[in-house]
């Protein structure tokens, strides 16, 4: 009796280093592909369709899609902190486009704001440009925000509300365009209107906090 069938089967064609993210370091890894074969009395014989592929590392046994060995870290860290730049920009020029007026003590906040928290200038002539874009694209600053909030730790996340709270304060006054303003930008951070009250207490009452 002729006995066959067939049988996935597991090979290491490839061997490398890779950053994993399980031991957020760098590690070996195996670059395992089952495919299926035709069996002979058990034996594997002729190769057919392949079924997956997958990397493994030798250290936490973590398996992974192939992508993975295209992960930079470094990289992503920089485009991240590229896309929260831009965030903290458009929420502070969303304050300042919420009351209508722009005055000239905001323009300076948002300079002194954006370069204390990044570390970057933003010209003048550069930044009253943008703010004429948004002004004509209609855009929110909140849908940018929505997207980047999955990245955001909380600290990360009341930093922005904190530049938008400095930005809206600039003219000595919040109006309720503002208030709303910042309401909108804390639920696309995910923030809930009890942690929202909370940093609006904090951000008015400063000496609370430097007294405790």
């Known amino acids: 009796m002729i006995i066959f069938g067939t049988r996935g089967v597991t090979t290491t064609p490839e061997r490398g280093t890779f950053y994993c993210p399980r031991c957020s370091t760098n590690k070996n890894y195996n670059f395992k592909r089952v495919r299926r074969f035709f069996t002979l009395y058990f034996i594997p014989v002729i190769p057919l369709d392949k079924l997956g592929e997958y990397v493994e590392c030798t250290t936490c046994q973590g398996t992974y899609d192939p992508a993975i060995l295209d992960y930079d870290p470094s990289q992503e860290g920089l485009q991240l902190e590229a896309l929260y730049f831009v965030a903290l920009k458009q929420v502070m020029i969303g304050m300042l486009l919420a009351?209508?007026?722009?005055?000239?003590?905001?323009?300076?906040m948002l300079q002194s704001q954006y370069q204390q928290l990044t570390g970057q200038q933003i010209p003048e002539d550069e930044l009253r440009e943008e703010i004429a874009h948004i002004q004509q694209s209609g855009d929110s600053p909140t849908d940018l925000v929505a997207r980047l909030a999955p990245q955001l730790n909380d600290t990360g996340k009341e930093t922005v509300i904190r530049a938008a709270?400095?930005?809206?304060v600039a003219d000595g006054v919040i109006d309720e365009s503002e208030r709303l303003m910042l309401a909108q930008v804390g639920q696309a951070l995910g923030l809930t209107a009890a942690h929202m009250t909370g940093l609006m207490h904090e951000f008015q009452n400063p000496q609370i906090e430097s007294q405790g």
């Open 99 to 108: 009351d209508g007026a722009i005055e000239e003590s905001e323009i300076l």
């Open 165 to 168: 709270y400095n930005i809206s």
